[in-house]
C-alpha cells in the first residue's frame, strides 16, 4: 500500500472542487468513473478517477482508500497495489497547479537564433534553412499557456504538470541542443556538457 494515501489529501479555502460521474481512459479501455474538477487562481484542472479507486470527499479533505487484492482478479493486483497512490499525486498535483501553478522556461542559445510570436504560431529560427513553427494544440490551450519574452525565452506555464513538461519538450525537440557547441533550444536550468571537438594533426 502507498503511504501517500495514509494521510488526507487538503483542499485550500481558494480552491473549489466538483465531483461528477464521468468517461476515462483505464487500462486500455473507456470506462465509467468519476471526475474531480478543481478550480482556483491559477485556473482549472480535471482528475479521472477509475472504478477501482475509491475516493472520499469530506470537509475539504480528499481520501483515497486502498484496494483489497483479493477482491480484483489477478492479473490486475499488481494495478490494484499501485493505484491509490498514483491517483493521490494525480489529484494532489492538481490542487497545486490550480493554486501555485506549474511553470517551464526556456533558452533560444545560438548566433542569429530567435524566436517570435505570430498569432497562434510561434516561429523559430535556429539553424535551419527555414522557420520552423509551433502551435499549441488546441486541447491543451484550457490547461496551457506559452509565451515569448525577448528573442530568446520561451516561457511554458499552466495548472496541469504533465501537459507543460510535455509541451515543454516538444518545445525543445525542435532543435535540441548541440553537444559540440551547445546551440539549440535548452530548459533554462539545464547544463549542457560540451564534448570536446577532434583535434587536428598539425
Known amino acids: 500500500m502507498s503511504r501517500l494515501i495514509k494521510k488526507p489529501l487538503k483542499i485550500p479555502q481558494n480552491v473549489k472542487v466538483e465531483v461528477s460521474e464521468g468517461e476515462g481512459k483505464f487500462n486500455g479501455r473507456t470506462v465509467i468513473g ?37 477482491s480484483v482478479s489477478k492479473p490486475l493486483r499488481k494495478t490494484a497495489k499501485a493505484l491509490p497512490g498514483t491517483v493521490y499525486r494525480l489529484l494532489s498535483n492538481a490542487v497545486k497547479g ?32 527555414h522557420p520552423v513553427y509551433y502551435t499549441l494544440p488546441e486541447e491543451y490551450k484550457k490547461y496551457v499557456k506559452v509565451d515569448v519574452q525577448g528573442v530568446d525565452t520561451v516561457v511554458v506555464s499552466g495548472t496541469s504538470k504533465e501537459l507543460v513538461g510535455l509541451v515543454a519538450a516538444q518545445i525543445r525537440s525542435i532543435k535540441e541542443p548541440n553537444v559540440y557547441t551547445g546551440k539549440g533550444i535548452r530548459y533554462a536550468d539545464e547544463v549542457i556538457v560540451l564534448k570536446p571537438t577532434k583535434k587536428t594533426k598539425v
Open 34 to 70: 468519476r471526475v474531480f474538477r478543481f478550480k482556483g487562481p491559477k485556473g482549472e484542472m480535471e482528475v479521472f478517477v477509475p472504478p477501482m479507486v475509491e475516493v472520499e470527499l469530506k470537509d475539504s479533505e480528499i481520501w483515497v482508500k486502498p484496494i483489497d487484492p483479493k
Open 98 to 129: 490550480v493554486v501555485e501553478g506549474y511553470k517551464k522556461e526556456l533558452k533560444v542559445v545560438g548566433q542569429g537564433y530567435r524566436v517570435r510570436k505570430e498569432g497562434e504560431k510561434f516561429v523559430f529560427t535556429v539553424g535551419y534553412s
